[in-house]
């Protein structure tokens, strides 16, 4: 028995759990302390006498309005034996093709490619969205499948949480190209006027590489203010550059400096490519950094180019 406190007994107490009523009870008074509660455990008992492969769940997955019937279907299992088995398996046997199973396939794949990159339910669910949209499009026949699957999920993360291309294309299975994903992508702004095609900025992705490089929470504020700062100037660069020759820029005005190394491994952006950048932002350097986070006595520490 479980202690919990009891309004009337004002002590906690020992209660009895009614599970046919599903009524927490305390056993010194009486009071039913919660009614009606549901049970979340197993509806089944294994014994050790049982064979694992039996699967003992009796329910299937969610429903999916992507799919057709959202996703429920029946399966007959095949008896142990008798003149039943055999009209059982006739039915097992009637070739109905399920019109769903590409898509299913599709969605396992880009459930695998969210879990990998740690995305969350909405983002894997607007992608697998996008797709279905293209299927019923026509638009995925005659193309590279896991290169599309892998721009809805790219597509998906521009508007909800945005993720680089290399991220993307890393949890790919290694048969698609970078390029291959943008010509999908391309195609699915083609086809689909309702999904808007945004352009991931810096300052959408300058808070997780400053997070995964344990930047402080100033130091990441600094740099997304940096970040913002450089609209004004003339920098020619891809946001992903930018982001990371900025947290270089801001980490070397922090407690703790960083290395080109440890940003470029973080960001996945070129040594090179960060070096070259860190050269075009460091005269503007006073315009960029915040003068709360660093003075003009502080940006002539900054390494020259």
């Known amino acids: 028995m479980e202690d919990?406190?009891?309004?009337d007994c004002k002590r906690n107490t020992a209660v009895v759990f009614d599970h046919s009523a599903g009524d927490t009870i305390c056993s010194e008074c009486g009071l039913v302390l919660e009614a009606h509660s549901i049970d979340e455990t197993s509806e089944w008992r294994t014994f050790a006498n049982e064979t694992t492969e039996n699967d003992p769940h009796r329910v299937g997955e969610k429903s999916n309005h992507l799919l057709t019937d959202s996703g429920l279907?029946?399966?007959?299992?095949?008896p142990t034996g008798g003149a039943n088995r055999s009209s059982i398996g006739s039915f097992r046997n009637i070739n109905t093709p399920d019109p769903d199973?590409?898509?299913?396939?599709?969605?396992?794949?880009?459930?695998v490619m969210a879990e990998r990159l740690g995305l969350v339910t909405t983002i894997k669910d607007l992608a697998n969205e996008i797709y279905k949209k293209m299927d019923?499009?026509?638009?995925?026949?005659?193309?590279?499948?896991?290169?599309?699957?892998?721009?809805c999920l790219f597509t998906a993360c521009n508007q909800l949480g945005p993720r680089t291309m290399k991220e993307i294309h890393s949890v790919t299975s290694g048969g698609v190209t970078r390029k291959e994903i943008g010509r999908a992508k391309l195609e699915i702004s083609k086809h689909l006027e309702g999904v808007s095609d945004v352009t991931t900025r810096?300052?959408?992705?300058?808070?997780?590489?400053?997070?995964?490089?344990?930047?402080?929470?100033?130091?990441?504020?600094?740099?997304?203010?940096?970040?913002?700062?450089?609209?004004?100037?003339?920098?020619?660069?891809?946001?992903?550059?930018?982001?990371?020759?900025?947290?270089?820029?801001?980490a070397q005005l922090?407690?703790?400096?960083?290395?080109?190394?440890?940003?470029?491994?973080?960001?996945?952006v070129a040594h090179g490519t960060i070096k070259n950048s860190y050269k075009d932002i460091y005269p503007h350097a006073a315009k960029l950094v915040p003068a709360w986070y660093a003075n003009a006595e502080d940006l002539k520490k900054l390494p020259s180019p």
Not at 4 to 7: K, N, W
Not at 104 to 110: M, S, Y
Not at 237 to 243: D, F, G, K, M, Q
Request: aromatic share 4%; hydrophobic share 45%; glycine share 6%.
């Open 202 to 250: 810096a300052v959408d992705i300058i808070r997780r590489f400053g997070s995964n490089l344990g930047m402080s929470i100033k130091a990441v504020k600094a740099a997304e203010e940096a970040v913002g700062n450089t609209e004004a100037c003339d920098i020619r660069r891809t946001p992903i550059t930018v982001a990371a020759s900025i947290i270089y820029m801001i």
């Open 136 to 151: 019923d499009a026509k638009a995925t026949r005659g193309r590279n499948k896991e290169a599309l699957m892998a721009a």
């Open 73 to 78: 279907t029946t399966m007959i299992s095949m």
């Open 254 to 268: 922090s407690e703790k400096t960083k290395l080109i190394r440890e940003v470029a491994d973080v960001t996945g």
């Open 101 to 111: 199973r590409g898509l299913i396939e599709a969605f396992k794949t880009i459930g």
């Open 4 to 7: 919990i406190f009891c309004s």
